[in-house]
């Protein structure tokens, strides 16, 4: 089959290779075998390539940490799933969906939502669900609060705002660059602040009539974090998702003392391990979301899997909007 296969650690261009006589995975007890129509590029997949992921699949292997396509083989012990059922699914690691073909536990498959074509599908699951999970499980956002989101035309970031406005919160989104601002507008932001040329904190201010926003969602980090706390709400609440900016902040006690707001992590894949539970509800509320139009996955690029490494890539950048995927366009589903 062919698949991008990880050799070596290094960034994507080098430690990707493309082979065309990779061998199909057989799938083992509860396993079932997608064959996949899409997946998208994340953050963790340049971090695996690179050796910093805190996961690390023995080499040679197929990264690829969602994907949609359809049930081509089942394991011993699987009942729930046919062979042609159209899913999205988080495979394993060694074993994912940068290739034709991917392993997935049976439990990690969910049906795919009618109304997203496969790369919108495949987007539906890791960005999706960590925007989610931060907006109502930890922030437990309400209708009328205000929510500033950092890296607001990403993967990430733009689920965040559409999922915000569905719950019918008001939006400040905080972007670099034109392209991306109109990203964001285009997601029904209320506001769209370009960070390099206006100031996130004032803009805010002047949003909230001086009070602030009530949740701030920030997978950046460093300064950016620093500067947010300068415009979070009293008793308004912090998430923190990743890093992405390099640089992982102190944070002054005394200041979240005096203002009364809360700093709160988020790792999503932890409610995989722990609380596997919680998953099935999200993908219920994501799917019923996406089938009356409230959310529509960003695709920045669809790429043929030899082009996927300079999309990672970019990815890295931090040059694309939504999200980069690869497809393969002879899959039906």
């Known amino acids: ?157 733009s689920a965040t705002v559409e999922l915000a406005k569905a719950a019918g919160a008001q939006v400040i989104a905080v972007v670099g660059g034109e392209r991306k601002a109109e990203v964001a507008r285009s997601l029904g932001a209320d506001l769209v602040v370009d960070r390099t040329i206006d100031d996130f904190v004032a803009a805010t201010k002047e949003f909230t009539g001086g009070r602030g926003a009530d949740v701030i969602f920030d997978p950046v980090g460093g300064d950016t974090y620093r500067r947010s706390t300068k415009c979070i709400a009293w008793e308004g609440r912090i998430l923190i998702i990743g890093f992405a900016g390099g640089q992982i902040q102190e944070v002054a006690l005394n200041h979240v003392l005096i203002k009364n707001y809360s700093i709160l992590g988020l790792v999503w894949g932890r409610y995989r391990q722990l609380a596997p539970e919680t998953i099935p509800a999200c993908h219920v509320e994501l799917s019923r979301l996406a089938a009356e139009g409230s959310i529509h996955p960003v695709i920045d690029s669809r790429l043929s899997l030899a082009e996927l490494p300079q999309g990672l890539m970019r990815l890295a950048a931090g040059d694309t909007v939504g999200r980069v995927a690869w497809v393969d366009e002879t899959v039906d589903f």
């Open 1 to 157: 089959m062919k698949a991008l296969q990880l050799t070596e650690l290094g960034v994507p261009s080098d430690a990707l290779h493309y082979v065309t006589d990779a061998p199909v995975p057989e799938p083992g007890p509860g396993q079932v075998r997608v064959r996949v129509a899409a997946a998208p590029a994340n953050f963790p997949d340049v971090l695996m390539c690179q050796g910093l992921y805190q996961d690390k699949p023995p080499l040679p292997a197929v990264l690829g940490i969602e994907l949609a396509g359809l049930v081509d083989a089942v394991g011993p012990e699987v009942d729930r799933w046919s062979i042609g059922d159209r899913v999205i699914a988080l495979p394993e690691l060694a074993h994912g969906g940068f290739a034709e073909y991917a392993l997935a536990p049976a439990d990690q498959l969910f049906a795919a939502p009618q109304g997203l074509d496969a790369a919108q599908a495949a987007s539906l699951t890791v960005a999706y669900q960590t925007a989610w999970f931060a907006l109502h499980r930890r922030a437990r956002l309400q209708p009328g609060e205000v929510v500033l989101v950092h890296a607001a035309a990403g993967g990430v970031g």
